[in-house]
């Protein structure tokens, strides 16, 4: 098989020889083959000196690096690699008999493994794969995780029918690629919820929101909240616990029922959860002293930076409209998962929001993802969920 070689322009090797696991094509000089999108190259600066390994593909990432040593990429590697997630996963006691079953096993760059998400649900490991690269080794994925796992893995589901580039030519076709399962019912800090990988958003659920579900528990007694975008509704369950009332805006048909079915998993039909199926911004607009907690966690408003300017506007808008509406001594959970919205840019909007209310506003916590969708300290990118809880005077 003929080995692909990238040589760097002179200069160009700063941010690999600093771990970063991305190449872009404006610091490639030259390419030695003719390689198509997924194939494996050997990556060397401007004096042949080796560098890395990683999948080609083209656009401005053009090599994501699967390793800084010059090693064989074969089925040993990626086994070594999923070990490793789990190894680290079971040191946060995520693995362990308890009260949460769903977790994310491996968080791409975050895991060493670039363009592969897998979430796990109840013995369901659900993989997405966002590269071309990784979307070619999903059987033999699919195959180490019934190695790895044994009898606790039931089923492994592909998703990757809408996350692989799709300038790529390649089309994807989601089911299971070993065993098979119904949706289930996991648990997380004790709370239910019913996922269905087949049709939600995502792998299914929104895991990367579980310690912030659980700190928010801790704000919702006899207040009345307002969970906007609620999707399926975790914020919502957390917030029944002790709330005086919960209310749940989504746009989507689909997720509001499932959000409905996942407050009676836990609570029955209780009369204080009530939801809406309208559109959030417009929801906003006539909420004057209503709720003295709402929480904002709206899907991505930026997925490139050509549009960051008008993300950054969108969520000044939609803070400022809770800010304005909130009772006196109210609480505001407000998020950005996009990952082209830097932390310092959210709040400097959110702090542009609350400027313009004139109101006073207080930050109570600065909020990210949970440790097992880890931020590698070589790729701050990986951290896209940042978050404010904020009080307002």
Known sequence: MEIIKIILKSGKDQSVRRYHPWIFSGAIKKIYGEPVEGDLVDVYDNKDEFLAKGHYQPGSIAVRILSFKDVIIDKDFFAGRIRSALEYR???GLLAPGNTNAYRLV???GDNLPGLIIDCYSGVAV???????MYRVRHEI???????????????????????????GVTASNGFLHGASDPVIVTENGFKFRIDWTTGQKTGFFIDQRENRKL????????????????TGGFSVYAMKDAELVHTVDSSGPAIDMADENIRLNFG????????????????????????????????FAKHNNVLANALQGYKRLNIKAIEQIRPGGIIFTFSCSQVVTRENFRKSVFAAAANTGRSVRILHQVSQPPDHPVSIYHPESEYLKGLVLYVE
């Open 90 to 92: 079971r040191s946060l």
């Open 107 to 109: 968080h791409a760059e």
């Open 127 to 133: 993989m997405q794969m966002h590269s071309v690269g």
């Open 142 to 168: 699919a195959g180490l995780l019934k190695d790895i796992m044994g009898d606790e893995l039931k089923a492994v589901y592909d998703k990757s029918e809408g996350t692989i580039p799709f300038m790529s």
């Open 216 to 231: 928010l528990g801790e704000y919702t007694k006899g207040r009345r909240v307002l969970n906007m975008f609620g999707y």
């Open 269 to 300: 039909d209780d009369p204080r959860h009530r939801s809406f199926k309208t559109d959030a911004f417009g929801y906003l607009n006539d909420i004057k002293d209503k709720y003295d907690l709402i929480i904002l966690d709206p899907p991505a």
